[in-house]
């Protein structure tokens, strides 16, 4: 049995679309950020860093956006979220992917907007005109939708100001998985800090 607790919006989104991706049952709990539910002693008992995405699998708490989405990948082979089984080197790059995200594009709003689009020029530029992160769709594309995604809905930056990200972002969107995901986050609200 696999449980989600997930606050609208924020990172645990990314875990979200891949469990939507893949189809399988799930129960989500809502930990509401803005209502420090994070913060709640029963919450800090599965998650001491107070912290959302955790994913349960049968009790035991998984923390980490990665670790979250490497698990579903690999547990869900046939959603087809990784490049192909046995590719060592796309792996290799999902991790890339996925360090880089979590290390530099996440910890980046908290610095300031400067530093904030800084990133996403660095990452507009690793991405180049290529269609997805590595080779195929993978849970790389949805780690870094859900940053770029937090992004465009806060700065609003100009058009064209990053085009390859702007033609995965609009990739992601036409995914019907992430359609169904927003559309539930957002019935509850976002309500997430600036
Ligand atoms: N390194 C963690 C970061 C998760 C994270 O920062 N989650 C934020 C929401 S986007 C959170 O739960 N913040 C609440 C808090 O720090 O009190 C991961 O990748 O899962």
Not at 90 to 106: K, L, N
Not at 109 to 132: C, H, I, K, M, Y
């Amino acid at each position: 049995m696999l449980t989600l607790y997930f606050s609208p919006g924020s990172s645990s989104m990314a875990t979200h679309i891949a469990l939507n991706e893949i189809g399988v049952p799930f129960e989500a709990k809502l930990t509401a950020l803005h209502e420090h539910k994070n913060r709640a002693p029963d919450y800090l008992a599965v998650n001491p860093e107070g912290k959302v995405p955790t994913l349960m699998i049968d009790g035991r708490p998984l923390t980490e956006v990665a670790a979250t989405l490497w698990y579903l990948a690999r547990r869900y082979p046939e959603a087809n979220l990784l490049p192909q089984y046995g590719d060592i080197e796309g792996e290799a790059r999902v991790i890339s992917w996925m360090s880089f995200i979590a290390s530099t594009i996440h910890p980046a709003r908290r610095t300031g907007d400067e530093r904030w689009r800084e990133v996403f020029v660095l990452a507009n530029q690793r991405l180049g005109p290529s269609e997805w992160t590595v080779d195929r769709y993978s849970i790389a594309d949805i780690h870094l939708f859900r940053l770029y995604w937090r992004f465009v809905d806060t700065l609003h930056p100009a058009p064209g100001a990053y085009p390859n990200l702007s033609g995965h972002y609009d990739r992601m969107m036409a995914r019907p998985a992430v359609q169904k995901t927003l559309k539930a986050e957002a019935a509850i609200g976002y309500n997430l800090p600036r």
